[in-house]
């Protein structure tokens, strides 16, 4: 594994762009005098009263903006929605500033947290220990499992990790090896062709799995573009990762949806004083639903009570207005990234 160039840090920017936990797009580009200074002490230490005893970091929590008050014993870290990745990333920046040790001791508490909770076959729970609910499967909603791969291999290859000792580094890139067997043997095949994959699949034998009782065993139209975009990032693929980008893509495209948009049609007697609606516009850009049945590809939305339908009018106003059914996830993937990377790996020697 090599160390990728501008190109694929672009693709992934696609993964790790949000407002993360520890607001990392905020602090990357602050000086080293900044990270020595009141400021950043502060900020790092809010961030390590956030840290779970176990090393992880709670979920839709700013963790850098105030201290942690209550029993750390009681705060549960995971891998969902950005957490613990960023904190780690602020604590390596903060360590290589100050040389601060409890920044570093913190720093090696996390990460060994993420290389312990990887099973055997690759993959990530949302928690660790894993529970015995829905969590416990191999995870790649809201990307979660591409985030943590994103930042193993960055401790595996980035200077700013040079701190750390070969043996660990070297155990970020086997990790980040092992996850990219379990994508490959994640993506789902249907009628004998590769197509996407799940938001989240089978801890032991990687079929795709039900997750909150409205999220069903589906092929993603939005979880699985982070992961062809990470595996768009690998230098030099072999061909069964070229295999399933190809694949995956060619299913992307069967997916499109086209002639359609939602809006807001403003409804005054609704909760929110609006409902989501789709209509029919021909000149629309293609969307692509959150869900499509495995079987007949077709997409479906569902409420809580688990019962999949057809068109997101025929779901309650709570989930149809609080969910989100349909979008432009592979917009940017099909138009521009895809084509750059098939121009790099696919094109034709000169002549043939």
């Known amino acids: 594994m090599k160390a990728i160039g501008v ?74 929605n950005g957490a613990t990745t960023d904190e780690l990333r602020f604590l390596a920046r903060a360590f290589v500033a100050t040389k601060e040790q409890n920044y570093e001791t913190a720093f090696r508490q996390g990460i060994d947290h993420i290389l ?24 790649f909603n809201d990307n979660s499992m591409a985030r943590l791969m994103i ?49 989240q699949h089978d801890e032991i034998d990687f079929a795709p799995r039900l997750a909150r009782s409205y999220e ?21 693929p072999g061909g069964d990762v070229i295999n399933a980008i190809t694949n995956g893509v060619a299913w992307l495209e069967s997916a499109k949806l086209p002639g359609i948009k939602t809006i ?6 609704s909760p929110k004083g609006w409902n989501r609606v789709v209509v029919k516009d021909e000149t629309a850009r293609p969307m692509w639903a959150r869900f499509y049945d495995i079987n007949t590809n077709k997409p479906f939305f569902c409420d809580r009570d688990g019962v999949p339908k057809p068109s997101l009018a025929e779901i309650g106003y709570e989930r149809r207005n609080g969910y989100a059914w349909l979008g432009y996830w592979p917009e940017d993937l099909l138009a521009k990234e895809y084509p750059t990377w098939k121009e790099k790996w696919l094109k034709k020697p000169a002549g043939n």
Request: charged letters at 20%.
């Open 216 to 236: 069903l065993p589906s092929l993603s139209g939005s979880e699985s573009v982070g992961i062809l975009r990470l595996l768009m990032s690998l230098d030099a």
């Open 264 to 269: 807001q049609q403003p409804d005054p007697k």
């Open 7 to 80: 190109v694929w840090l672009m693709i992934t920017a696609g993964i790790l762009d949000s407002a993360g936990a520890a607001r990392w797009n905020e602090f990357a580009s602050k000086p080293d005098d900044w990270y020595r200074g009141d400021e950043g002490r502060r900020v790092a230490s809010n961030i390590l009263s956030h840290q779970s005893l176990q090393g992880g970091w709670p979920k839709n929590t700013d963790t850098s903006a105030k201290l942690f008050v209550g029993e750390r014993a009681k705060l549960q870290g995971t891998f969902d």
């Open 151 to 199: 930042f193993l291999r960055e401790v595996a290859t980035s200077n700013l990790y040079s701190f750390a000792e070969a043996p660990l580094r070297t155990r970020a890139r086997e990790s980040f090896d092992r996850a990219v067997q379990c994508i490959l043997k994640c993506q789902i095949v249907v009628n004998g062709r590769k197509t996407a994959w799940c938001a």
């Open 116 to 139: 312990a909770a990887q099973y055997p076959n690759g993959g990530w729970p949302q928690y660790s220990p894993p529970p015995k609910s829905y969590h416990r499967h191999i995870t």
